[in-house]
């Protein structure tokens, strides 16, 4: 059993988790300064595999929030069948995905080693806050695209090509996505909504991806204790994820993007002037 601060820690963690997935603020920017003002005491190998896998927690809530509009098994006049608008749905989502799962896939590693530091953090929060302003203070892309039905495969691809962006830590993947497709002509809740669908294979291929690869080195060798504060984090992201994407989603009926820009600028100068201050 891990000891009453630690869980509380993993709480703090999951929150965390649960708001900056989704918005378009960062999760791995926030992560990076979390970890530093508060350490889990755990393994540095076991501290990356927890910061992947509460993403599963995070994308249990996407999955149950819409899962009759992602689910393809139909009931119709008593009988399933497979329906074809979201199998049409799907289509578009592998097509998004698939830029990002060929990139990351092979260079996964490498951008690790070589971007995830403090100040390539800080540089990207700082430039996507700025693009965010820019886009739509300047009402930037035609939001011709009004449901996520009217999207079509260009588009999804388009917003795919978007997504490449998120390998650069900082950048946000709901940033990119939700920036990208409000420059190719999505309306905010279009492409806020489609960012979350593209988010399920993503953070599941993610999460596994980096469970595979702590066997491969560690072996299943879990105690109870981190067996307890995966599950406590998880959990916690999922609640916290849920409120999130609720109140996005009604958020941006009536406002914009914008002040999340702000906010990344703002962050982004803290992370910069925290880790030059302690160097």
Same mark, same amino acid.
């Not at 009217?150 to 978007?162: H, L, M, P, Q, T």
């Not at 998880?234 to 109140?247: C, N, T």
């Given at each position: 059993? %891990?000891?009453?601060?630690?869980? #509380?820690?993993?709480?703090?963690?999951?929150?965390?988790?649960?708001?900056?997935?989704?918005?378009?603020?960062?999760?791995?920017?926030?992560?990076?300064?979390?970890?530093?003002?508060?350490?889990?005491?755990?393994?540095?190998?076991? $501290? &990356?595999?927890?910061?992947?896998? =509460?993403?599963?927690?995070?994308?249990?809530?996407?999955?149950? #929030?819409?899962?009759?509009?992602?689910?393809?098994? &139909?009931?119709?006049?008593?009988?399933?069948?497979?329906?074809?608008?979201?199998?049409?749905?799907?289509?578009?989502?592998?097509?998004?995905?698939?830029?990002?799962?060929?990139?990351?896939? @092979?260079?996964?590693?490498?951008?690790?080693?070589? +971007? +995830?530091?403090?100040?390539?953090?800080?540089?990207?929060?700082?430039? $996507?806050?700025?693009?965010?302003?820019?886009?739509?203070?300047?009402?930037?892309?035609?939001?011709?695209?009004?449901?996520?039905?009217?999207?079509?495969?260009? &588009?999804?691809?388009?917003?795919?090509?978007?997504q490449l962006f998120s390998l650069?830590?900082?950048?946000?993947?709901?940033?990119?996505?939700?920036?990208?497709?409000?420059?190719?002509? @999505?309306?905010?809740?279009?492409?806020?909504?489609?960012? +979350?669908?593209?988010?399920? %294979?993503?953070?599941?291929?993610?999460?596994?991806?980096?469970?595979?690869?702590?066997?491969?080195?560690?072996?299943?060798?879990?105690?109870?204790?981190?067996?307890?504060?995966?599950?406590?984090?998880?959990?916690?992201?999922?609640?916290?994820? =849920?409120?999130? =994407?609720?109140? #996005?989603?009604?958020?941006?009926? &009536?406002?914009? +993007?914008? %002040?999340?820009?702000?906010?990344?600028?703002?962050?982004?100068?803290?992370?910069?002037? $925290?880790?030059? @201050?302690?160097n």
């Amino acid at each position: 059993m %891990p000891a009453f601060l630690e869980l #509380l820690k993993a709480v703090l963690f999951g929150i965390v988790e649960g708001v900056t997935e989704w918005l378009p603020i960062s999760s791995t920017g926030h992560m990076i300064l979390l970890d530093e003002l508060i350490h889990l005491d755990v393994s540095a190998e076991f $501290y &990356k595999l927890f910061e992947v896998v =509460i993403q599963l927690g995070a994308i249990l809530a996407v999955i149950l #929030l819409y899962f009759d509009r992602i689910w393809p098994i &139909k009931k119709k006049d008593g009988v399933l069948t497979l329906d074809r608008a979201t199998l049409d749905l799907w289509g578009k989502i592998i097509v998004a995905c698939l830029p990002a799962a060929v990139i990351g896939i @092979l260079f996964n590693d490498w951008m690790e080693e070589h +971007f +995830f530091t403090p100040e390539v953090v800080a540089i990207t929060l700082i430039a $996507y806050g700025f693009l965010f302003a820019i886009i739509e203070n300047y009402n930037l892309g035609s939001r011709s695209v009004k449901t996520v039905e009217d999207i079509s495969y260009r &588009k999804a691809f388009e917003v795919g090509v978007f997504q490449l962006f998120s390998l650069v830590p900082g950048t946000s993947r709901s940033g990119s996505t939700i920036m990208g497709g409000l420059l190719i002509g @999505l309306e905010r809740s279009v492409a806020a909504e489609f960012t +979350f669908y593209l988010a399920i %294979p993503v953070m599941i291929g993610a999460s596994l991806l980096k469970l595979v690869k702590y066997i491969m080195r560690m072996g299943f060798t879990f105690n109870s204790s981190e067996l307890i504060l995966l599950a406590v984090g998880s959990l916690v992201a999922f609640v916290v994820s =849920i409120l999130v =994407i609720r109140f #996005l989603m009604s958020y941006i009926k &009536k406002h914009t +993007f914008v %002040p999340f820009g702000y906010y990344r600028i703002a962050l982004g100068m803290v992370v910069l002037i $925290y880790f030059k @201050l302690l160097n």
